[in-house]
């Protein structure tokens, strides 16, 4: 069971780009999936997640700007990000939520590798 997370690139300020996180199977079906992010110099913080159910729920960074969803026929999460900011400058990982709060990375088994995002501005 893996997670592929991919979409990352250069973007000027107020651009916008789409991260996918493909996964097998047996893992997109059977957890829920969330969006972490890590710049340099600074701890990973939650991003975005989506429950088993559908349902989403973002940082208040990313809140109207940040779309988590789903094609369960293709196995995948996606993450659309508008009116990207050098502030969004950063590693995005994708990961498998298990059990309790949505926004801690100790609630997620399975990551994926990572993609970068850069924004200029």
């Known amino acids: 069971v893996q997670l592929q997370a991919s979409g990352g690139g250069l973007v000027q300020a107020g651009g916008s780009l789409r991260l996918s996180c493909a996964a097998s199977e047996r893992t997109s079906r059977s957890y829920a999936t969330g969006w972490f992010r890590q710049a340099p110099g600074k701890e990973r913080e939650f991003v975005a997640y989506?429950?088993?159910?559908?349902?989403?729920y973002y940082s208040d960074s990313v809140k109207g700007r940040f779309t988590i969803s789903r094609d369960n026929t293709e196995n995948t999460v996606y993450l659309q990000m508008n009116s990207l900011t050098p502030e969004d400058t950063a590693i995005y990982s994708c990961a498998a939520h298990n059990s309790g709060s949505y926004y801690r990375t100790e609630n997620y088994g399975i990551w994926g590798q990572g993609t970068q995002v850069t924004v200029s501005s």
């Open positions: 989506i429950s088993r159910g559908g349902g989403t």
